[in-house]
């Protein structure tokens, strides 16, 4: 059964850092593409990150280019995103998806694979 859950969110001041984790299982995670996708209340889903099978290559929204980087770790089965410099825009629900291939996203139907997300809120 694959699975993909995602921890770490929470509130944060504007500013502040928080690190989104991953946690893949039921496939070859080492094999597929890992991505970060994000829903502001109210708007479409908005495509974040992504980074390759073996983690050497990162591509980033130029809304977060800068701020945000993203890891994985395919010994743990787990994918990362730190995010620095955190603005009220930031504020989104954070999902973690999975391809076997490069998906320019952000639907959904684009991935193979999804998680239930978690909720980042960024205010004072």
């Known amino acids: 059964q694959v699975q993909l859950v995602e921890s770490g969110g929470g509130l944060v001041q504007p500013g502040g850092s928080l690190r989104l984790s991953c946690a893949a299982s039921?496939?070859?995670?080492?094999?597929?593409?890992m991505y970060w996708v994000r829903q502001a209340p109210g708007k479409g889903l908005e495509w974040v990150s992504a980074?390759?099978?073996?983690?050497?290559?990162?591509y980033y929204a130029d809304s977060v280019k800068g701020r945000f980087t993203v890891s994985r770790d395919n010994a743990k089965n787990t994918v990362y995103l730190q995010m620095n410099d955190l603005k009220p825009e930031d504020t989104a629900v954070y999902y973690c998806?999975?391809?076997?291939?490069?998906?320019?996203?952000?639907?959904?139907?684009?991935?193979?694979?999804w998680g239930q997300g978690t909720q980042v809120t960024v205010s004072s």
């Open positions: 039921g496939f070859t995670f080492s094999s597929y593409w």
């Open positions: 980074i390759n099978t073996g983690g050497g290559s990162t």
């Open positions: 998806a999975a391809s076997k291939y490069w998906s320019p996203g952000p639907q959904r139907k684009d991935f193979d694979s």
